[in-house]
Structure formats: C-alpha cells, structure tokens
C-alpha cells in the first residue's frame, strides 16, 4: 500500500483518515514503541495455547 | 462500561481512534493506535498518546494534567473493547513507554476487570512467564484476546 503524501499546509482537520495514519504511523514515538514491542515479544513471546 | 468517557472517532480499515482530552490545560487530541506487529497472527500493538499538531508528533511522555485521568481510561478502554470486538482473532499488546504508563494501563485494566473478563483474556508479563491477570499484582505488559 502505497503512503500518501503529506501536504504540510493543510490543517490537521482537513486531512483525510488515511493522511492522519501516515503521520501517526511515521511519528517517531509509535515507531520506536512498536519497535520495542516487537523485540519484547521476540524474547518473550506470547504462548500459542492460550 | 458506564463510566464517564470521552467520545471518539474512527472509520472502517483505519487502525487507529481520536478523541480530544478537555480540561483546564485545553483541548488536546489524543491518539490510539492498533499497529499490527505480526504477520503471522493477529498481533497489534497498542500505542496511545497526545497528538502534537505543530509538530506533527506524538508524545507520549507528555503530562497532560488536564485533570481527566480516569476519564481517558475509560476511552482507551473502550476503544480497546471496541476493536477486538471488530476484530475477534486479534491480540492487543500493552506495554507502557514507561513503568508508570505501564501502571497506567494496569490502572485502567483494573478498573474495567470485572466488566470485561467475562468476554476477554486478559494476561500480564512478570517474572519472566505470561501469567493469567489478577488485580493488584504488577506486570511488565499485558496482551488480551477475545474469549
């Protein structure tokens, strides 16, 4: 899926959902957070018999 | 869930909730994100912050202090509710960017146990093993699956 382009002028609220989840998808903390998460669960991985 | 809690907003296929925090610090989004972290199993990530709308950001060790803790809980918890129901096979993971957000979460998972464990695992990580959720233990992060 391709990532939509971003014009920085446009006010937030005009942006649409898929524009508002790039710019939650690439803000740096999600990305470290879920960077994180996924080494967690690679040392500690969640049992297959739940 | 009848507590209070703040209403939000989301649309089919995107992974992620708004609300805004109003309080005396002001108006402030606050953003929920299901990132799927898995390919092989329906695993997201739950993240959960303020929206920075300057910087286009989102932080999450910002101190909102807009004085509607609990109120936020309950959204992030509805929220949650919200989407495994739209998405049964999914596991949420919870792990806060800090030990006092992860108690955060546990707050949260806490006051809504009895509302939800009929309907949803809920597990926490301590002492190195995944262990079934009992209110007042500490953990290190939390996954729940719809029963």
């Known amino acids: 899926m391709s990532t939509p382009k971003i014009n920085k002028k446009t006010p937030f609220d005009k942006l649409s959902s898929q524009e508002r989840q790039a710019v939650y998808n690439s803000s740096p903390f999600f990305k470290k957070k879920n960077e994180e998460t996924v080494a967690f669960l690679k040392k500690h991985p969640i049992p297959k018999e739940r | ?147």
């Not at chain 2, 109003?22 to 912050?49: C, D």
């Open chain 2, 1 to 147: 869930m009848n507590e209070e809690s703040y209403s939000f907003s989301k649309e089919p296929g995107i992974f992620y909730y708004e609300f805004f925090s109003n309080g005396p610090n002001g108006r402030i989004r606050k953003v929920i994100q299901f990132h799927q972290i898995s390919n092989a199993e329906e695993i997201y990530n739950l993240g959960f912050g303020d929206f920075n709308e300057q910087l286009g950001e989102i932080d999450d060790l910002s101190v909102s202090n807009n004085q509607d803790t609990q109120k936020v809980l309950a959204t992030v918890a509805k929220a949650v509710v919200d989407f495994m129901l739209q998405h049964p096979k999914a596991i949420v993971v919870a792990r806060g960017s800090t030990p006092s957000r992860t108690r955060l979460y546990q707050m949260g998972v806490s006051k809504f146990w009895s509302q939800i464990e009929n309907n949803f695992e809920i597990k926490g990580f301590k002492e190195n093993e995944w262990k079934p959720y009992e209110r007042g233990e500490n953990f290190d992060a939390f996954y729940i699956v719809k029963k």
